[in-house]
């Protein structure tokens, strides 16, 4: 038997080899020599972070985000807080709306082990902790236990070190408030004697409306004595008869059936070498960090790029099963959905789960779209399959769900980018007619802020009928995000990405339409002012004019901030300004009074100390203004967008401690992917949505940057950013040539760059 088990796992494992999905593979060229997994810095920003922000033992992407917590209540402020000096659980989900499966390491006798259910926290010191990509390392002093973690895509591996002198056990917190949702309906049971398997459901909140069950099987290497469940939590006590030996731990995770999630630890961690996973798991993170090689600098600004590069690949979480397997409650009820398989069996693509897509246009559109094309690939056909399933394309789908997180249809220039880049070639009428449906009525345009039952806070049919979203709507306000300037301004946006896919695929009547609604910005913009505004539904202005009020008429910000959200026409909103010069000179000030607070809001205690932060000009700590500094680019003033990108990294994206790194919002990887592109002087104004895939040249911090390209994707091997003169003080770009041929309008397309070859930037101290 134990031969005929020993046949089957090392089938498994070549399967596992043989058939990851695009995402897995990695390209095969020359890798940096340096070990960049040792650069990451997972601390960072951690007193500020919230539930889904801090990664440890992770994969990219991984359905298993296993990671100690020492909050648990709410969203924000909760799971790894940095001064938060208690361990209180470690959980192996902490994803966008979703978490689950705590478990602690004990110590039990006679005297506390009916008590221990409501009295388990430890301290633990940061002395003793070593955090990596993959890897979380601390010790529990209560219990003088060593506790270590690491994981596969699917499933987590524990490794403890009891005293000798007590009686290990392991608490199953299966029921109670963990991140942003109430645990409930908690069951385990013993299922051999070294075996447990169980489920649990996370409540709806009020972004994910349908309740979402999680299912784990779990596996020991020592065996289990009794399993006690607490009559007043409901959580378990699983006592172990070895104790004084090392105990490994492996939990398998699905949201599909307990089967699938032994058939995920079957076929990904068929084994009990620690280490070795330990070990593969730096290797995935290292291949992932070494598409990107940068030289020059110092060693905190490398440090600091590669976390940022690593933070780009995180949050955004694998939902569906290594056999394809995936929930789906998109629907009336809930069902497991199954994702296409190819001709040997193994899923096409995996299915995510996925904060919103919002402000993704400056982010992951580019830094996907180049370096992780197969990413963007599958997030592509995931958001398909939803719309296949439910019949919308989500923008920020949570276990199966709708969340109608956020505004607007922010998956459309996600999408439409990935067209644009050549990634996404297959189906291409199907997909745009998925996106059209998107932005009529009956899709998820009209739906704002978590309106789940209605489609009235969108202002959508304002939005039709006047050409714009009035402020405020008159059915009245409920739920979050209907301010009718930003929806007016955000719509138009989509609307012209939508006209570019139109137009591609030779839809013109389509195309007419759309970038007629593409001009729709301008109906919320006050000449007399020179400031977009919030309009009734009557036509006036609302209120009196004040720019810096924040979140009157506008999404997470302010007029002086949205105010430059035309991405696709900011020459058209220039005009409106009297010309690029005053829009220049405007949008300057703007800057220069912004640096005095950082260009950002802060975090929320900043801003309860300082109200002068919610009324700052420019913030780079949240999405609606970090387009802002290549703005000057297109205004003719790339000097501008040189200088000012540069004090934006100097002063928002260079802290390298627990206390700082992204001064705000964090969104799943969209401020370390931003922090990614001005450090390598690469933007896309419009997302990457124009027929060309334009980018916009700034100034990188780096002298030398290597973007090692995927083939199976792209037909140049790399390209590289080499910087000449390079400096803190020399931000200023004299020259370019890409392939030894001088250009000079600060752009390249996205065909020259992935076709491999060389930008040379030939850097100066003064603009002159």
């Given at each position: 038997?134990?031969l005929?088990?020993?046949i089957?796992?090392f089938?498994?494992g070549?399967?596992i080899?043989?058939?990851?999905t695009?995402s ?5 060229n020359?890798k940096p020599?340096k070990n960049?997994?040792?650069l990451v810095?997972?601390?960072l920003?951690t007193e500020?972070s ?12 991984g359905?298993v ?17 940095y001064?938060?000096?208690t ?11 979703l ?6 390491p004990?110590?039990?006798n006679?005297?506390?082990e009916?008590n221990v259910?409501m ?8 002395k003793?902790e070593k955090?990596?990509p ?7 002093d209560r219990?003088q ?6 994981s596969?895509?699917r499933?987590?591996f524990?490794?403890?070190q009891?005293?000798?002198?007590q009686d290990?056990?392991?608490l199953f917190n299966?029921?109670?408030?963990l ?9 385990l049971?013993?299922t051999?004697s070294?075996?447990l398997?169980g489920?649990l459901?996370n ?5 994910r409306?349908k ?6 099987k779990?596996?020991?290497?020592a065996?289990?004595e009794?399993?006690?469940?607490d009559?007043k ?8 008869s ?8 492996k939990v398998?995770?699905?949201?599909t059936?307990v089967?699938?999630?032994e058939?995920?630890?079957v076929a990904e961690?068929?084994h009990?070498?620690f280490d ?5 798991s730096?290797?995935e993170?290292?291949?992932?960090l ?5 030289e020059?600098g ?8 590669y ?6 690949l995180?949050?955004?979480?694998t ?12 629907g009336k009820?809930f069902?497991v ?12 693509f995996n299915?995510?789960n996925?904060?919103a897509f919002?402000?993704a246009?400056w982010t992951l559109n ?11 690939e ?15 394309v989500?923008r920020g789908?949570?276990g199966g769900?709708y969340t109608?997180?956020?505004?607007g249809a ?12 050549g990634i996404?070639?297959?189906?291409l009428d199907e997909?745009?007619?998925?996106l ?12 704002a802020g978590?309106?789940?039952?209605t489609?009235m ?5 304002y ?5 714009y979203v009035?402020f405020?709507?008159p ?14 301004m955000?719509?138009a946006y989509q609307?012209w990405?939508?006209?570019q896919l ?9 195309y007419?339409y ?6 729709n ?15 009734e ?5 609302h209120?009196a004019l004040?720019p810096?009020l924040?979140?009157?008429?506008f ?5 002086a901030?949205?105010?430059w ?11 409106l ?5 005053k ?6 000030t703007?800057f220069?009074t912004a ?9 929320s205690?900043d801003?309860e100390?300082h109200p002068?932060?919610?009324r700052?000009p420019?913030n780079?700590g949240?999405?609606?203004s ?7 680019h297109q205004?003719g003033r790339?000097?501008?967008?040189q200088?000012w990108?540069r004090?934006v990294v100097?002063k928002a994206f260079?802290?390298?401690?627990p ?10 990887g969209?401020m370390?992917s931003?922090a990614v592109?001005?450090?390598?002087g690469?933007f896309?104004m419009n997302g990457?949505t124009?027929?060309f895939s334009e980018?916009?040249?700034g ?5 030398k940057?290597?973007i090692y390209?995927?083939?199976?994707f792209?037909?140049g091997e ?9 400096s ?15 250009i ?11 076709n491999?070859?060389?930008l ?5 101290s003064?603009?002159?």
């Amino acid at each position: 038997m134990k031969l005929h088990l020993a046949i089957i796992l090392f089938i498994s494992g070549l399967i596992i080899f043989s058939c990851r999905t695009k995402s897995d593979q990695k390209t095969s060229n020359d890798k940096p020599d340096k070990n960049l997994v040792d650069l990451v810095y997972p601390l960072l920003d951690t007193e500020n972070s919230r539930w889904f922000f801090f990664s440890s033992a992770c994969r990219p992407f991984g359905m298993v985000n296993l990671s100690p917590d020492t909050q648990v209540g709410g969203a924000w402020g909760s799971g790894y807080r940095y001064k938060t000096d208690t361990v209180k659980g470690f959980s192996h989900i902490h994803a966008w709306q979703l978490s689950g499966l705590s478990v602690m390491p004990v110590t039990v006798n006679k005297h506390n082990e009916k008590n221990v259910f409501m009295n388990f926290y430890s301290k633990y010191s940061h002395k003793t902790e070593k955090v990596t990509p993959g890897y979380h390392y601390l010790e529990l002093d209560r219990y003088q236990t060593k506790v270590e973690l690491t994981s596969t895509k699917r499933v987590g591996f524990h490794r403890y070190q009891f005293p000798e002198d007590q009686d290990a056990a392991i608490l199953f917190n299966l029921n109670g408030k963990l991140g942003p949702c109430d645990i409930t309906d908690g069951k385990l049971e013993k299922t051999g004697s070294t075996e447990l398997s169980g489920e649990l459901v996370n409540a709806p909140t009020i972004r994910r409306p349908k309740p979402t069950k999680v299912f784990f099987k779990v596996e020991l290497n020592a065996e289990i004595e009794s399993v006690t469940q607490d009559a007043k939590t409901g959580n378990y006590l699983v006592l172990l008869s070895n104790s004084n030996q090392e105990v490994f731990m492996k939990v398998g995770i699905s949201y599909t059936s307990v089967e699938n999630a032994e058939n995920n630890m079957v076929a990904e961690l068929p084994h009990w070498n620690f280490d070795k996973v330990v070990s593969e798991s730096r290797d995935e993170w290292e291949a992932y960090l070494s598409r990107i090689k940068v030289e020059g600098g110092t060693e905190v600004q490398q440090r600091r790029f590669y976390t940022d590069l690593w933070h780009a690949l995180q949050g955004r979480r694998t939902i569906s099963d290594v056999n394809g397997a995936y929930p789906d409650n998109t629907g009336k009820s809930f069902r497991v959905g199954q994702l296409p398989l190819d001709k040997v069996g193994k899923p096409l693509f995996n299915h995510y789960n996925s904060d919103a897509f919002w402000g993704a246009q400056w982010t992951l559109n580019t830094l996907w779209g180049l370096v992780y094309p197969e990413v963007m690939e599958e997030f592509v056909y995931s958001l398909m399959q939803y719309y296949k399933d439910g019949g919308i394309v989500p923008r920020g789908p949570s276990g199966g769900n709708y969340t109608y997180v956020m505004t607007g249809a922010s998956s459309t220039p996600f999408i439409v980018s990935a067209i644009q880049k050549g990634i996404v070639k297959d189906n291409l009428d199907e997909i745009y007619q998925a996106l059209k449906i998107t932005h009529m009525p009956g899709g998820i345009m009209e739906k704002a802020g978590y309106e789940h039952e209605t489609s009235m806070g969108g202002g959508f049919k304002y939005y039709l009928e006047k050409g714009y979203v009035p402020f405020p709507i008159p059915e009245g306000k409920f739920g979050y995000h209907q301010d009718g300037a930003s929806l007016t301004m955000e719509y138009a946006y989509q609307d012209w990405t939508l006209a570019q896919l139109a137009k591609k695929l030779g839809y013109e009547e389509d195309y007419q339409y759309f970038i007629k609604r593409s001009e729709n910005y301008k109906n919320t913009f006050d000449i007399e002012t020179g400031w977009m505004r919030p309009r009734e539904v009557n036509g006036k202005w609302h209120g009196a004019l004040d720019p810096y009020l924040y979140e009157e008429g506008f999404n997470e910000s302010n007029g002086a901030q949205s105010t430059w959200f035309v991405p696709h026409d900011l020459v058209g909103l220039a005009q409106l300004m009297g010309g690029n010069e005053k829009a220049v000179e405007k949008l300057n000030t703007q800057f220069e009074t912004a640096e005095k607070l950082g260009f950002t809001s802060g975090s929320s205690h900043d801003r309860e100390l300082h109200p002068e932060y919610k009324r700052v000009p420019i913030n780079y700590g949240n999405q609606p203004s970090i387009q802002t500094a290549f703005v000057f680019h297109q205004l003719g003033r790339q000097d501008l967008t040189q200088y000012w990108s540069r004090q934006v990294v100097d002063k928002a994206f260079s802290g390298l401690s627990p206390s700082s790194g992204y001064n705000g919002d964090e969104d799943q990887g969209l401020m370390g992917s931003l922090a990614v592109l001005l450090k390598i002087g690469l933007f896309q104004m419009n997302g990457g949505t124009d027929e060309f895939s334009e980018y916009q040249i700034g100034s990188p911090i780096f002298d030398k940057i290597t973007i090692y390209l995927n083939n199976e994707f792209y037909q140049g091997e790399q390209f590289v950013i080499e910087t000449m003169n390079n400096s803190s003080g020399n931000v200023y770009v004299d020259k370019i040539k890409l392939n030894d041929q001088e250009i000079e309008n600060y752009t390249i397309h996205h065909n020259d760059m992935v076709n491999g070859g060389e930008l040379k930037l030939y850097m100066k101290s003064n603009r002159e």
